[in-house]
C-alpha cells in the first residue's frame, strides 16, 4: 500500500503561482511513475503531468511551459510548479502514483486550486 499526502492547493489571482506538494509513504521502495491529475466541476479527471523515478516527464498539452512537475527520489516527494495560472485551471488536484510490476494506482485525497480575481 502507497499513502499520497497533497500539500500547496489554495487561491490565487490569474497569472499567479502555487507550488503543489505529494509526499509518498507506505510500500515506497518500488515507486515508479508519480505525478499529477486534476478534476473540474463536471468534467472528467485528467492528467496534468507525469514523471517516471528516471526523470522522464509528460505534460497536458493546455500546461506545457508553464507548468513543471519535479521530484525527489531520496524524499519520495513529488513538486508541481504552477506559473501563469488561469482560470481554467482552478480544479481539485490529485496526486497520483504507481509501483512497478504492479497494475494498481493510488490517489491522495486532493488539493484544491483556485485561480480567480
Known amino acids: 500500500q502507497v499513502q499520497l499526502l497533497e500539500s500547496g492547493g489554495g487561491l490565487v489571482q490569474p497569472g499567479g503561482s502555487l507550488k503543489l506538494s505529494c509526499a509518498a509513504s507506505?510500500?515506497?521502495?518500488?515507486?515508479?511513475?508519480m505525478g499529477w491529475y486534476r478534476q473540474a466541476p463536471r468534467k472528467q479527471r485528467e492528467v496534468v503531468a507525469l514523471i517516471t523515478k528516471r526523470g522522464l516527464e509528460n505534460y497536458e498539452d493546455s500546461v506545457k511551459g508553464r507548468f513543471t512537475i519535479s521530484r525527489d527520489n531520496a524524499k519520495n516527494v513529488v513538486y508541481l510548479l504552477m506559473n501563469s495560472l488561469k482560470p481554467e485551471d482552478t480544479a481539485l488536484y490529485y496526486c497520483?502514483?504507481?509501483?512497478?510490476?504492479?497494475?494498481?494506482?493510488?490517489w491522495g485525497q486532493g488539493t484544491q486550486v483556485t485561480v480567480s480575481s
Open positions: 497520483y502514483a504507481n509501483l512497478f510490476g504492479s497494475a494498481t494506482n493510488y
Open positions: 507506505g510500500s515506497i521502495f518500488s515507486l515508479d511513475t
